[in-house]
């Protein structure tokens, strides 16, 4: 699928653009719907401020990596502001890449952030990005077809009943497919889905000397589990989907079960967005009796890049679009179901936010089952859950990604992918120095 990048200049901006003197912010953001919702809703920031205007970059995952990654590793300066992950922050915030976010204003109520989600963007408690919205990870399918099969969802269902009633609700003439997963390349796509649910199956990227373990049995019974079901009860071209095409493929009816971000709740129960609204239910990720569920941790955040010319205003920028009163604006506009979720403890003790979002208690169970500090069965050397928070991680994780891309897809078998990788990342490994 040919990757689209939309750049949105200041002549979006209408009347806003132009002011004299006005300093132009340039934010690189990702094309998912909550951020497409904040580009729409910033002319109330630039009525708030207008001597700043704001310049949009708005881009698809994998390449929104690429650009901010190559961006500031070599100081380039292109953004002031950046969209950037939990895997990112600790390890740029070391580096001195960003600047620290110490002024937020006094009504920003920084202890409000959920724990979970601040410690991965807190380095030597000094916060470093602004978490825009948090996620897990969980279980959403379709109460009606489960409903006609004679299936019940448990809370907390296993693989085995995964698979089980995604072969039973597969018809594929009809077009309906048990499970979509993610199969698109790259260490934030199919690596985050693979990786979290390695750890459910008992498999870790590395041991606790660093030796990569891709050739465990852990992880021939992951990949062949995922490879399988996929090829029996997904949909077709399943290793070119990512997070965008499963969400429109679920939201057209296409899908009886999909795991995957657990903000994607408020986008499969839009009634204005989805042909299945009125009957979608959530579970947590499943797991295998391990004691580890496959769900992951994770916050799209804002963060400003120690290059910038515009601290000052970036800084203000980023007040406004994470806080409290982001959410009541979004909530009035758009609806309290819509709101960016996973960021602030008062959103979950807000009744106004319960009462219209049936996915809020499911998604807060997620978010704080997943511990990054200790993730697999087996003792690890690393923080994280669906990344390994070390610098050498992206690029072994999206030629990994490949790998398991390419079984999926029937090109290669999935002993020679899992030997691929373990050849990949032994290499890159030894190369950086570790477990010597």
């Known amino acids: 699928m040919r990757l689209k990048t939309w750049l949105l200049g200041a002549a979006c901006l209408g009347s806003f653009a132009g002011v004299a003197g006005a300093e132009t912010l340039t934010i690189a ?23 700043i205007d704001l310049e949009w970059v708005i881009l698809e995952e994998n390449v ?35 600047l620290p976010l110490d002024d937020l204003g006094p009504d920003y109520d920084v202890d409000d952030l959920l724990p979970a989600i601040r410690s991965g963007l807190t380095v030597d408690g000094t916060l470093y990005a602004a978490p825009f919205y948090g996620e ?3 279980t959403m399918y379709r109460t009606d077809l489960f409903e006609e099969a004679g299936l019940e969802m448990p809370d907390a269902p296993t693989w085995d009943f995964i698979a089980e009633a995604a072969r039973t609700l597969t018809d594929k003439e009809d077009e309906l497919y048990g499970i979509c997963l993610r199969g698109k390349a790259g260490w ?25 373990q891709f050739d465990q049995p852990e992880w021939k019974e992951t990949i062949s589990y995922y490879v399988d079901l996929m ?21 057209t009816g296409k899908c009886a079960m999909w795991i995957d971000a657990t903000v994607a709740a408020s986008f499969v129960t839009n009634p204005d967005e989805s042909q299945v609204a009125d009957n979608v239910g959530f579970a947590l990720a499943p797991d295998n009796g391990l004691g580890k569920r496959g769900n992951w941790l994770w916050a799209w955040s804002l963060a ?8 000052e205003a970036a800084q203000k920028f980023i007040a406004w679009a994470t806080s409290k009163e982001y959410l009541e604006l979004v909530a009035e506009e758009e609806g309290w179901a819509n709101v960016p979720p996973g960021t602030r403890a008062s959103l979950y003790e807000n009744p106004e936010y319960l009462a219209a979002a049936p996915f809020a208690k499911m998604t807060l169970e997620s978010i704080e089952a997943a511990d ?7 003792p690890v050397p690393y923080v994280g859950v669906q990344f390994v928070a070390i610098p050498e991680f992206q690029g072994i994780g999206t030629s990994v990604g490949q790998q398991f891309s390419a079984a999926l897809a029937g090109q290669v078998s999935v002993d020679d992918a899992l030997a691929s990788a373990q050849q990949i990342t032994t290499r890159e490994m030894t190369r950086a120095g570790y477990g010597e």
Do not use: C
Request: charged share 15%; hydrophobic share 35%; glycine share 10%.
């Open 29 to 51: 953001t990702v094309n998912n719907g909550d951020m497409i919702r904040m580009q729409g809703l910033s002319n109330h920031f630039t009525e708030q401020n207008p001597d």
């Open 372 to 378: 990054p500090n200790d993730p697999a069965v087996d």
């Open 64 to 98: 929104l990596r690429q650009r901010v990654t190559t961006d500031i590793a070599t100081k380039g300066g292109q953004y002031d502001v950046m969209t950037i992950g939990t895997y990112e922050v600790p390890i740029w915030g070391k580096q001195d890449w960003l």
């Open 188 to 212: 934030g796509e199919n690596m985050a889905l693979l990786t979290a649910m390695a750890n459910s199956f008992g498999a870790r990227f590395f041991d606790e000397q660093w030796n990569a």
């Open 136 to 138: 897990s990870s969980m």
């Open 304 to 311: 400003i890049p120690a290059g910038t010319q515009q601290a």
């Open 231 to 251: 090829n029996e009860a997904g949909p077709p071209g399943a290793s070119s989907n990512g997070f965008n095409e499963n969400l429109a493929l679920f939201q």
